[in-house]
């Protein structure tokens, strides 16, 4: 079966193609933190905008149900963010962010994460993946977006 994530994935592009019916929130004017809506062929002209995009699970993707706990790196992400030292880290979705804060999914709640000593600002995002549409909220979208644009929620 086709599935244009696990398409994407193998692509060798940290972004994800969400063909999902959710509403494309990478540029939300006035609150977007890029100028116009990005493809994942865009992907490469992140970085000038201060976005970095990375894999918790560098070598599985698909649903949470396809990736294993042992293939997700929470230590590696953890060296990655400390060497970059971003002034954000967001999770699309719970199950990396529970895998990575050592914590329980139902434990966590969606937006800005209790602060962790020397450490970005933490946020967990509702996925964009179809399969969490239940859960959609773009209004932590739109709090992510207004922290990276340099509001108060920063330390």
Not at 40 to 49: G, H, I
Request: hydrophobic share 35%; aromatic share 8%.
């Amino acid at each position: 079966m086709y599935s244009p994530i696990s398409a994407h994935a193998r692509s060798g592009s940290s972004a994800t193609n969400t063909v999902t019916g959710i509403p494309a929130v990478g540029h939300m004017p006035p609150t977007g933190p890029t100028p116009r809506h990005f493809t994942p062929e865009d992907v490469p002209r992140l970085p000038a905008l201060g976005i970095g995009l990375t894999d918790l699970a560098k070598d599985a993707f698909g649903p949470d149900t396809a990736i294993r706990r042992e293939h997700y790196d929470p230590g590696g992400l953890e060296a990655r963010i400390r060497a970059c030292r971003p002034s954000v880290l967001a999770f699309n979705g719970k199950r990396p962010a529970s895998v990575f804060l050592r914590k329980k999914s139902s434990d966590l709640g969606y937006g800005i994460q209790s602060a962790i000593p020397n450490f970005p600002v933490v946020f967990i995002l509702p996925s964009t993946s179809g399969l969490a549409r239940a859960n959609w909220n773009p209004a932590h979208w739109h709090s992510l977006a207004a922290a990276v644009s340099g509001s108060k929620l920063l330390p």
